[in-house]
């Protein structure tokens, strides 16, 4: 394995988050996944409730995320339509019970910037917007508040039906879409060390597509930006192990090692206490980290 797979060369890789500092040169920060939305595709709405959300949040970190993800708007276009005013009711109540639980980063999941400054204000660190900062004062918001912004890849963005999306390749265009956006997140004065990237596996996208976003991600990672991937139990992993929804954990764990492997220093998961389990391995065979018990190997 090269050099540069494992040493993506991240801009300002030491970087703090809310009241975390993490080095991405020789850690992975794990994101829980957390929906207040009734039809996440893997939680069916599990989590909708405000207790319910809460609880999984403050578990996820009890269980070793680093980060939790808060959403009220699913990126499906297989959703009645809410209002501004409705997405920041869903989040901002459990934003701001985690945030006062919590030292975790905490993100808000969301394309519109009204939601987005709610949230900041109840206490979110980062914004995590699946349309690519595309929507109209959304970075400004970021820019303003000096919030974390994760740019990710999509075509249609949340909540827009994509039919048959096609690529001539689909690596090298996430990454051109990429380094565009990241331009207008730095022209609308977002700093560098504030930016994330995320090419978007399976965000219209089909399973070919994400394996081979998956296969060459290095070319993502080599952008410069930590990279976030958001694997955790997506149809992709599901269609090529022929594998229903509840039974992709292995596969999750190793498509997200493997993108730890091609420079991945974010994992968006559903499945925390495992994705700790294998993330710790993973920086351990690196020589990132030592063992956490003592060797009793006396042979």
Same mark, same amino acid.
């Given at each position: 394995?090269?050099?540069?797979? /494992? ?14 500092? %993490? ?13 207040? !939305? *009734? ?8 989590? %909708? ?32 339509? =809410? ?11 459990? $934003? ?9 980063? =905490? ?19 980062? =914004? ?23 740019? !990710?890849?999509?075509?249609?963005? *949340? ?7 096609? +690529? ?8 051109? %879409? ?13 700093? *560098?060390?504030?930016? $994330?990237?995320? *090419? ?7 399973? %070919?597509?994400? /394996? ?12 410069? +930006? ?10 992709? $992993?599901?269609? !090529? ?59």
């Amino acid at each position: 394995m090269s050099g540069e797979e /494992l040493s993506p060369g991240i801009i300002s890789p030491v970087r703090r988050f809310g009241r975390r500092e %993490f080095d991405f040169e020789r850690q992975v920060a794990i994101m829980a996944i957390v929906n207040r !939305t *009734p039809n996440s595709f893997h939680d069916q709405g599990s989590t %909708f409730e405000l207790d319910r959300a809460v609880e999984a949040a403050t578990r996820a970190v009890d269980e070793g995320a680093d980060w939790v993800d808060i959403g009220g708007f699913a990126f499906s276009a297989a959703q009645a339509h =809410i209002d501004v005013a409705e997405e920041i009711d869903r989040v901002a109540p459990v $934003i701001a019970r985690v945030r006062a639980a919590t030292d975790a980063v =905490i993100s808000v999941d969301t394309h519109r910037p009204e939601v987005a400054r709610a949230a900041l204000e109840a206490g979110a660190d980062v =914004i995590n917007d699946t349309n690519g900062l595309r929507e109209p004062g959304l970075a400004e918001v970021a820019a303003e508040t000096g919030a974390g912004v994760i740019v !990710t890849h999509s075509l249609g963005g *949340p909540g827009r039906r994509v039919f048959r999306p096609s +690529y001539a390749d689909v690596v090298s265009e996430v990454a051109d %879409f990429l380094r565009e956006r990241v331009s207008a997140a730095l022209k609308a004065g977002i700093l *560098p060390e504030k930016i $994330i990237i995320d *090419p978007g596996h399976d965000l219209n996208k089909n399973t %070919f597509h994400s /394996l081979e976003l998956t296969r060459r991600l290095e070319e993502i990672t080599s952008i410069g +930006y930590p990279t976030l991937v958001a694997l955790s139990n997506k149809d992709f $992993i599901g269609e !090529t192990l022929d594998r229903p929804q509840g039974e992709r954990k292995e596969g999750t764990i190793a498509a997200n090692v493997v993108s730890i492997l091609k420079g991945a220093r974010i994992l968006r998961v559903h499945d925390v206490a495992a994705t700790v389990a294998s993330v710790r391995m993973t920086e351990a065979v690196l020589g990132w980290r030592g063992p956490v018990a003592p060797s009793h190997n006396l042979a």
